[in-house]
Nanobody, 121 residues
Framework: VQLQASGGGLVQAGGSLRLSCAAS????????MGWFRQAPGMEREFVAV????????YHADSVKGRFTISRDNAKNTVYLQMNSLKPEDTAVYYC???????????????WGQGTLVTVSS
């Protein structure tokens, strides 16, 4: 499975961005997709995950109510809508794909290349 993330950039605090991640290759209908992020000097952090059907989502407490994960299986694409951005959201965001328990645990086999989000104060 290959994952290509896009949509990062520079935004002012309070602004919005939408990240996209297109999957290709041997995708599986059993795979959840999700997002992690890593800020400079910090450990990687789970952000959100969505099941294949899209019926179940989980968001980290740090982004709950501000970020929303969604997916379009016809396009093999997962999205992360980020609203009310804060400077502490600045990080490289990575999309992932695997069985949901592996996504939540951060032990996914498939990782995208990352897209940088910078939020200025």
């Amino acid at each position: 499975v290959q994952l290509q993330a896009s949509g990062g950039g520079l935004v002012q605090a309070g602004g919005s961005l939408r990240l996209s991640c297109a999957a290709s290759g041997r995708t599986s209908s059993s795979y959840a997709m999700g997002w992690f992020r890593q800020a400079p000097g910090m450990e990687r952090e789970f952000v959100a995950v969505i099941t294949w059907s899209g019926s179940t989502t989980y968001h980290a407490d740090s982004v709950k109510g501000r970020f929303t994960i969604s997916r379009d299986n016809a396009k093999n694409t997962v999205y992360l809508q980020m609203n009310s951005l804060k400077p502490e959201d600045t990080a490289v965001y990575y999309c992932v794909a695997d069985y949901i328990n592996r996504v939540v645990a951060g032990t996914c086999d498939y990782w995208g290349q990352g897209t940088l989000v910078t939020v200025s104060s």
